[in-house]
């Protein structure tokens, strides 16, 4: 089974608006981290938030871990088109391979 | 510098043969992944290279598939006597060291089996 999992699968908003994903896992981690994905092909790393830390930014980008609940969101402030894509969250399985969730394709309304 | 590269970026095999999926990893990065990705779906874990260590095969999903990685550097990821069901883009990644450390993907190849 799948150690991340990103709710909801598909989210669609109007440009100008905020976009929240959000991603549940199983086992304990030492990092999560988030990538995007445009067009099916290779992945962009966004953003890396280890266990000991609670929130971080980038840009318009904020990332919450919550190791007790075992999950993290990713909020992406004033979407913009650009921002339509698949969002995957990614957690580390004791520090040796990353395990990818399924998951969320953001599309962003003109 | 140059980012990870892939190829070939599209391959179309018939059923049955054997294809070679190459990948360049960035220069100094000792660890390197090979993931597989089925439309729509989320990323599949196939087999992980960190330095001299033996690889971790276990997302191999059968016997088929092989991989090597020379030197250190580039990666080779063979299916062999290839499946309908082997259809997908197959990705490579590297990292500066292990999991703990971000990413870096290649483009993908675009593999059909017909």
């Known amino acids: 089974s799948q150690q991340g999992e990103e709710d909801p699968q598909a989210l669609s908003i109007q440009e100008g608006e905020n976009a929240t994903m959000n991603c549940s896992y199983k086992t304990s981690i030492n990092n999560l981290q988030w990538y995007r994905q445009n067009s099916g092909r290779g992945l962009v790393h966004l953003i890396l938030i280890r266990s000991n830390e609670r929130e971080k930014h980038s840009g318009r980008l904020r990332v919450t871990l919550d190791t007790s609940k075992k999950s993290s969101s990713l909020l992406i402030t004033a979407s913009r088109a650009a921002d339509t894509a698949s969002y995957f969250c990614a957690t580390d399985i004791r520090a040796q391979k990353l395990v990818f969730g399924q998951g969320t394709r953001l599309t962003i309304n003109p | 510098g140059a980012g990870v590269s892939q190829s070939p970026s599209n391959k179309v095999t018939e059923k049955g043969k054997d294809v070679e999926l190459r990948c360049d990893p960035i220069?100094?990065?000792?660890?390197l992944y090979w993931y597989r990705q089925s439309l729509g779906q989320g990323l599949e874990f196939l087999i992980y290279f960190q330095g001299n260590s033996a690889p971790d095969k276990s997302g191999l999903p059968s016997d088929r598939f092989s991989a090597e990685r020379t030197g250190g550097s580039v990666s080779t990821l063979t299916i062999q006597r290839t499946q309908q069901e082997d259809s997908a883009v197959y990705l490579c990644?590297?990292?500066?060291?292990?999991?703990?450390?971000?990413?870096?993907f290649g483009p993908g190849t675009r593999l059909t089996v017909t």
């Open positions: 220069s100094g990065h000792t660890a």
């Open positions: 990644a590297s990292s500066l060291k292990g999991a703990t450390y971000e990413q870096y």
